[in-house]
Structure formats: structure tokens, C-alpha cells
């Protein structure tokens, strides 16, 4: 399935970074997947050759991943020299194999049984556990940098919001425990004094690990779903979004706007934009409107205008003679077509009828 899609890949017509980047990325998970089945079939001493080879695939595992989910969003991207330190670890292990292939089968079959912390004196050994080491390292950092990056849309407000998407939350919930498993077992067989029945039964479990991965891959590329583009976009959204009033004293700025609201009626300047209230507030415009958004649940528009008329209703209701006009002005809009449209949309009546209906008449009561 994983050289199914490599495959598929590489036979079409866009010759883009990123469709290449995961395209290698899959057929490292088939190497891996063949080797492991070797392994566990029994067969992979009649191939003495390939023993160690799992290492520079796995080591480059990571960076793939890396460079396709940076390369999703830009059909123009091509390789900085920056990108290719990424493939450092993995192009390194692949001369200092050159001693460890020396080594008869039985040898390179007992090494990789072995857990590496025990390495003994063996030079041989101690250099094979040294880059089995180096290759866990390198993984682990690209596992945190995706959890780190996903942990932006882990949260719950979003979630209920629904402005994570759906296909990428499954993924993503489906995919961590996956990945955490995968990386868990390599560490565990690292660390761990294990027999050959555990060795190959973990083994065993990450290869099916893997295979459930390649699987999701398998499916989103049928349904032509762009998992790497889907993520970098929704992360990209979020991060923007928390830049926008980073470093601010949002409690401060939310004080400032009642203050100017309720108490100076800013609202009543009809020249009073986005614009120059953010800089009466000393902050930009994005910001203001973010911060409107987030606290009020309304734009600005509406946040505004919801002041106008309601202080539109008292005058009404105090000055009774007042022209309704006169009010609209007062209030702060420069139209009474406007101010006629917004106060029935708030209110659901007209400003004349509100008038009538919430003004009673005064009884007279003789003087004593």
C-alpha cells in the first residue's frame, strides 16, 4: 500500500515539492514495513546486506514528514540550503554502516536484538548502538515540533466552534496515540532488557502501527484530501489569530472601551470607525476587532451601534418632544434611513412605535 501510493504519486502530472517529499516519505514507510517483515518472517539473515538499513530510513522518516508539511501550502517551494541539514542524520549513518555490513549474519542479528544501553565492549556494537541512539534522538525532536504545532488546535473553544476541521481532528486523534505507541516501542527496545519473543512482538506491533498509518495516507489520497495542507492551514490560522492580541493587556483594553463607551459615549461621534477607536485605544485595528470578536461575540459594527441605540431608547423615552431625527443625529448616525434599520433590527419595532408603547400616559394627582 505505501509503494501503491508512492507510486501514484510519482506517475503524475504535478511535478511539485511537496507530492515528491511524500512520495518519499511513503516509500521509507515500505522500506521499513519490508524489513520489518523479513525480520519477523525469519528471512532476513538469507539478506545479511539489508540488516542495518532500517536505520537511515527511519532517521529520515522525520525529516520528510518536516519538509511535506512545510511545502503543503506552496505549490511553489523549492529547497533552501537550510532544508537539506534535515537530512544530515540520516545521509551520515549511511557511511558508518559500511563497518557494521562487514559483520557476518548472525552477528548483525544478535546486535539488533540486543538492547543498545548494554553495550559493553564491542566496539562494533557500541557504534551500532550509538547511531540506533542518534536515530531515536532525531525522531523524537520531529514528534515534539508535531505536537507542539498541533497542541494550537487542541483547544476546546475551537472544537466547539467547529473551526477545526473535522477530518483533521480525527485524524489527528486517531494518528497521536499511533505515533506516541510507535515511538514508545523504539524506546522501549532501546532501554528495556527484552527477550526474542518481546523483540519481535513489538516489532510486530509497530510494523501494524505502521501499516494503520500508511492506511490513513492510502485513504486521504483516494478522497483527495491534503492532510499536511489541511493542518499547516488550520495552524497557521490559529497562530495568526493568537498573534493578533499577543503581548496585549486585554483587561486593560476591554476597561478602556467601557470607560469610553459608558461613561464619555464615544459611541455618539458618528466619524467613530474601527480605525479611530483602535488608535484611541493605542492598538491596531486587527487587534480592536479581535478583541471585540472574542469578548462580545459580534463585530464592530454591531457591538457599536447596539450602544447608539440603546442610548437612542433613553432619549427617546426622557425627551419626548425630541424629534426622532434629532435623536438618529445625536446618537451618532449620519442617516435616518440607518438609524431606522438598526433600531428595528435591535429592537424588532419601529422608533416611533417603541416611543408610543413604552411611554404612559401621566395621571394627574391634585395637589394637598
Known amino acids: 500500500m505505501s509503494l501503491t501510493v508512492t507510486l501514484g504519486i510519482m506517475i503524475e502530472n504535478e511535478r511539485l515539492a511537496h507530492r515528491y517529499l511524500f512520495a518519499s516519505l511513503m516509500f521509507c514507510l515500505a522500506s521499513l514495513q519490508l524489513l520489518n517483515g523479513l525480520l519477523v518472517a525469519g528471512q532476513l539473515g538469507a539478506y545479511p546486506a539489508l540488516i542495518f538499513w532500517y536505520l537511515p530510513f527511519l532517521a529520515l522518516i522525520g525529516p520528510l514528514f518536516f519538509l511535506t508539511f512545510k511545502s503543503a501550502n506552496c505549490d511553489s517551494y523549492s529547497f533552501k540550503m537550510t532544508d537539506y541539514l534535515h537530512f544530515s542524520c540520516g545521509l551520515l549513518i549511511i557511511p558508518l554502516l559500511i563497518p557494521l555490513s562487514a559483520l557476518d549474519s548472525e552477528t548483525k542479528a544478535a546486535y539488533i536484538m540486543k538492547t543498545p544501553r548494554y553495550a559493553g565492549e564491542e566496539p562494533m556494537f557500541r557504534l551500532y548502538s550509538a547511531l540506533f541512539l542518534l536515530v531515536i534522538l532525531n525522531l523524537a525532536g520531529y514528534l515534539l515540533y508535531f505536537i507542539r504545532e498541533c497542541l494550537y488546535l487542541l483547544n476546546l473553544r475551537l472544537i466547539m466552534e467547529k473551526k477545526v476541521s473535522p477530518y483533521l481532528m480525527i485524524i489527528i486523534i486517531i494518528s497521536f496515540p ?28 509497530l510494523t501494524a502501527l505502521s501499516f494503520f498509518l500508511t492506511l490513513f495516507a492510502f485513504v486521504m489520497e483516494k478522497k483527495n484530501i491534503n492532510f499536511f495542507k489541511v493542518l499547516h492551514t488550520q495552524i497557521e490560522t490559529r497562530r495568526y489569530e493568537i498573534s493578533m492580541t499577543h503581548n496585549l493587556d486585554v483587561t486593560l483594553v476591554l476597561s478602556r472601551i467601557k470607560s469610553l463607551f459608558e461613561h464619555e459615549k464615544i459611541f455618539c461621534d458618528e466619524d467613530l470607525s474601527l480605525s479611530s477607536l483602535a488608535r484611541e485605544l493605542e492598538i491596531e485595528p486587527y487587534q480592536l476587532s479581535r478583541i471585540v470578536n472574542e469578548n462580545f461575540n459580534k463585530n464592530y459594527k454591531n457591538f457599536i451601534n447596539e450602544y447608539r441605540i440603546e442610548e437612542a431608547k433613553k432619549i427617546l423615552l426622557s425627551e419626548k418632544d425630541r424629534t426622532i431625527t434629532s435623536v438618529a443625529y445625536a446618537v451618532g448616525f449620519n442617516s435616518t434611513t440607518v438609524f431606522y434599520e438598526w433600531f428595528s433590527r435591535i429592537t424588532g419595532i419601529t422608533p416611533k412605535k417603541f416611543r408610543e408603547k413604552t411611554c404612559i400616559p401621566e395621571v394627574y394627582r391634585p395637589e394637598f
Open 178 to 205: 499511533l505515533q506516541l505507541i510507535f515511538f514508545g516501542g523504539l524506546v522501549a527496545i532501546s532501554m528495556v532488557e527484552h527477550s526474542r519473543p518481546v523483540f519481535f512482538g513489538v516489532v510486530q506491533a
